[in-house]
């Protein structure tokens, strides 16, 4: 049986009928994490911006990171096989670098749903050839393949409401976002938990590039 993304259950939990227990489920996810100088730029950028564009909602930088793959909630036994499975990156797929610049939107810059950096890898085919490993690795656990085109990029606001962009994008043509390069040496499972005031993230386990 595959196993989706599914939606957040009700307080986390799940009832396991053929014991009678009520069994926690983690919420999860692979990324690759960010450096600290990373997100303070991020940070100093999008106090620039924030200004410019209302009804929109902004990432805070210190939880940003790049998603690999999002595993919805599981159990803990998956969430235990997935981490055994991951350690199968170490030695197969090798460090590489990674450069977050360009300012942009989805679907567009004409009515924009969210606004993001992008982010692109040295060499161009390192990143998506770590996000096809985890692909493959966790397929065999039951997880199903993302039909979408693998994307990487930093969002950085969600838009709320329809409005007018223009000077949005007259300062960033002014302003563009200075590029950082950095190596990715690492993947993180990542634990989400979600509260009132946004989700916050604790590392299951790290994964080294060698």
Sequence with gaps: ????????????????????????TIRSFVAIELPADLKKQIDQYQRQLKPLCRHTRWVNSKGLHITL?????????????????????????????????NFGA??????????WLGVVSQPLEAVHDLFQFIEENLHGLGFVKEKRRF????????????????PLWEYVQKHPFEPYTFEVNE????????KPQGAEYRPIATYSLR
Excluded: C, W
Aim: proline fraction near 7%.
């Design 106 to 115: 989805f679907p567009g810059k004409r009515s924009p749903r969210v606004l």
């Design 151 to 166: 994307s990487p990029h930093l969002t950085l606001a969600r838009v709320k409401q329809p409005g007018r962009f223009d």
């Design 187 to 194: 993947i993180v499972l990542m634990r989400s938990i979600l």
């Design 69 to 101: 793959k999002f595993l919805g909630e599981q159990e803990p036994d998956l969430i235990d096989r997935v981490q055994q499975n991951l350690f199968h990156v170490q030695g197969a797929v090798k460090p590489f670098r990674l450069t977050v610049k």
């Design 1 to 24: 049986m595959s196993v989706g993304a599914e939606s957040l259950k009700k307080r986390n939990y799940k009832t396991d009928k053929q014991q009678g227990k009520i069994m926690e």
